[in-house]
């Protein structure tokens, strides 16, 4: 829907929440990195900073 990767979706926000731009995001690691994910985006909310 946005025309990016699952991947590249995931390492943006996993980016944007180290520098506390967001919050909310459980990023679900697992050994072969593209089957990791993220939690569902109702949890997620923009940080003052964001």
Known sequence: ???VSNRQ???TMKML???GY???IE???VISPEN???NHP???HI???G
């Open 27 to 29: 990023f679900m690691d």
């Open 1 to 3: 829907m946005l025309g």
């Open 22 to 24: 967001v919050k909310g």
């Open 42 to 44: 109702r949890n997620w």
């Open 9 to 11: 979706l995931y390492e």
């Open 47 to 49: 940080t003052s900073q």
């Open 17 to 19: 929440s180290e520098y």
């Open 36 to 38: 990791s994910v993220l």
